[in-house]
């Protein structure tokens, strides 16, 4: 079974990260969680990922998840993708918000595009590079979470 909705992280940077924060609202009768990510993203080669499905989603469908990793640094970032409530199909597609801290401005979450299938880069004040990179639906939302080193 594929899962509809998922946040993937793939560091190839030199910096290994501790998860900061994980959140979902898994409920046994209406989804299923495919995969937890561990509590740390490895350096150069890390790859970590939450997903889910909504067992009922022909009926009713409404539910979010995040995910933040920090680095020794301090700064972190974070990902959620909220799902709106639908109802037999109708209702608004999910989407994703993003939260940094880098060291001087905490950003709470915001959604950077009004478009879920709008990549998103955010500041290199972080340290490294992080890019999201979604691939939306209607009714499902897959979020690659890219984490690179600064270009020097």
């Known amino acids: 079974m594929s899962a509809d909705f998922s946040l993937t992280f793939t560091n ?23 995969s937890i990510p561990e509590k740390t993203l490895q350096a150069r080669v890390g790859v970590q990922s939450l997903k889910w499905s909504q067992s009922l989603s022909s009926i009713a469908t409404g539910n979010d998840a ?5 680095a020794s640094n301090g700064h972190w970032f974070g990902v959620k993708i909220h799902q709106p409530v639908q109802i037999l199909g109708i209702g608004t597609a999910p989407y994703y918000l993003v939260s940094y801290y880098d060291g001087n ?10 478009e879920p299938g709008n990549p998103f880069t955010f500041p290199t004040s972080l340290g490294f590079q992080v890019k999201v990179v979604p ?12 984490i690179n080193d600064l270009p020097k």
């Open 12 to 34: 190839v940077s030199q910096t290994a990260f501790d998860r900061k924060n994980l959140d979902w609202g898994e409920d046994p009768v209406l989804g299923t969680t495919h």
């Open 135 to 146: 691939t939306a639906g209607h009714a499902t939302l897959a979020l690659s979470v890219n």
């Open 105 to 114: 401005e905490t950003k709470d979450y915001y959604q950077p595009s009004s």
């Open 66 to 70: 995040l995910c933040e990793w920090q």
